[in-house]
């Protein structure tokens, strides 16, 4: 896992219309392979190259966007969790590298206020791939940052690839709540969620502690 695991890119799919131009400028006018003879003469002029190549740039974006829900189907399919990375009946885990921008001045961020927000109901636990690289083959992990929830059985639930808004990750733990797969913490938690550094070099969160025998 030394090489680079894409942390300099942004990790946000651009938006739609963006891409649409994107791929209209370089599409072919005309279908290859299409006979003169088979146009319309009613027809305006023009009219029907853009629509055919607005229809072909939206069918690449649909497998485009098939492609990475596969892709991260196959991350839950395949992540193999350990209990010593969870915490609690939910924890977020978050892959990211000292070199990656996007980690450090876009994700971590958002992380840090959520962790406040959620003090006492979720565990977010940071991994540095590259000092961690077994953890990102366990977890297939791909690209930075990516963020994983996983429940208290060790099923990864959803998963991120790229940088992830704070609402995305609001709306994902109130769906993961109502469907009932985690239940709330009974006790909030008495540590400082304020005090993990979730820049390079900082601490991963300590260890749930065993409970006492009953």
Same mark, same amino acid.
């Given at each position: 896992?030394?090489?680079?695991?894409?942390?300099?890119?942004?990790?946000?799919?651009?938006?739609?219309?963006?891409?649409?131009?994107?791929?209209?400028?370089?599409?072919?006018?005309?279908?290859?392979?299409?006979?003169?003879?088979?146009?319309?003469?009613?027809?305006?002029?023009?009219?029907?190259?853009?629509?055919?190549?607005? @229809?072909?740039? #939206?069918? %690449? =974006?649909? +497998? *485009?966007? $098939?492609? /990475?829900?596969?892709?991260?189907?196959?991350?839950?399919?395949?992540?193999?969790?350990?209990?010593?990375?969870?915490?609690?009946?939910?924890?977020?885990?978050?892959?990211?590298?000292?070199?990656?921008?996007?980690?450090? @001045?876009?994700? #971590?961020? %958002? =992380?840090? +206020? *959520?962790? $406040?927000? /959620?003090?006492?109901?979720?565990?977010?636990?940071?991994?540095?791939?590259?000092?961690?690289?077994?953890?990102?083959?366990?977890?297939?992990?791909?690209?930075?940052?990516?963020?994983?929830?996983?429940?208290?059985?060790?099923?990864?639930?959803?998963?991120?690839?790229?940088?992830?808004? $704070?609402?995305?990750?609001?709306?994902?733990?109130?769906?993961?709540?109502?469907?009932?797969?985690?239940?709330?913490?009974?006790?909030?938690?008495?540590?400082?969620?304020?005090?993990?550094?979730?820049?390079?070099?900082?601490?991963?969160?300590?260890?749930?502690?065993?409970?006492?025998?009953?």
């Amino acid at each position: 896992m030394g090489a680079d695991l894409g942390g300099d890119r942004p990790g946000r799919p651009e938006p739609v219309l963006r891409l649409l131009r994107r791929l209209l400028r370089v599409l072919p006018a005309e279908p290859p392979g299409r006979p003169r003879l088979h146009r319309s003469p009613h027809r305006a002029p023009g009219g029907g190259r853009v629509i055919e190549r607005l @229809l072909l740039a #939206a069918g %690449i =974006l649909l +497998a *485009l966007w $098939a492609g /990475w829900c596969l892709i991260a189907c196959a991350q839950r399919r395949l992540a193999q969790p350990r209990a010593a990375d969870l915490e609690g009946p939910l924890t977020l885990l978050y892959f990211y590298t000292p070199t990656c921008g996007p980690c450090r @001045l876009i994700q #971590a961020p %958002i =992380l840090e +206020a *959520l962790m $406040a927000e /959620w003090e006492g109901m979720v565990k977010v636990r940071p991994v540095d791939v590259m000092t961690d690289p077994e953890a990102a083959a366990r977890y297939r992990v791909w690209t930075v940052p990516t963020t994983m929830w996983v429940d208290a059985s060790g099923t990864v639930r959803v998963v991120n690839n790229g940088v992830v808004s $704070a609402e995305a990750l609001r709306r994902q733990w109130r769906q993961l709540q109502r469907g009932g797969s985690i239940r709330e913490m009974a006790e909030p938690s008495h540590k400082d969620a304020k005090g993990l550094d979730l820049y390079p070099g900082g601490r991963d969160v300590e260890p749930e502690r065993s409970r006492p025998d009953e």
